[in-house]
């Protein structure tokens, strides 16, 4: 079955830099879209970071110039450079695979992992 595993979370002064993983099994990586987003307590998930099975990337403006998204196929995996992180990027941070295909939408998350910025 589809798995996506999330690595690479923890506490982390402001100003600092985090880069998270998402290891994918049970999938063909590479024709899947990819995501990252966060969900911090009382708040909506929101999405942080988007690529594209063709490598196109996508960020809000929360985040735009410190956070990058990239993603190794041979590796089936995805990772977010986090850089410059704020308090405000305190939340559980998810990784999220999409597959649209001949009217089928295949969604799959992982379980997160925990990015506690403060001093």
């Known amino acids: 079955q589809v798995q996506l595993v999330e690595s690479g979370g923890g506490l982390v002064q402001p100003g600092g830099s985090l880069r998270l993983s998402c290891a994918a099994s049970?999938?063909?990586?590479?024709?899947?879209?990819m995501g990252w987003y966060r969900q911090a307590p009382g708040k909506q998930r929101e999405l942080v970071a988007a690529?594209?099975?063709?490598?196109?990337?996508n960020y809000p403006d929360s985040v735009k110039g410190r956070f990058s998204i990239s993603r190794d196929n041979a590796k089936n995996t995805v990772y977010l450079q986090m850089n410059s992180l704020k308090p405000e990027d305190t939340a559980v941070y998810l990784c999220?695979?999409?597959?649209?295909?001949?009217?089928?939408?295949?969604?799959?998350w992982g379980q997160g992992t925990q990015v506690t910025v403060s001093s």
């Open positions: 049970g999938m063909v990586f590479s024709i899947y879209d």
């Open positions: 999220k695979a999409v597959l649209s295909r001949m009217g089928y939408r295949f969604e799959y």
């Open positions: 690529i594209t099975n063709a490598g196109s990337t």
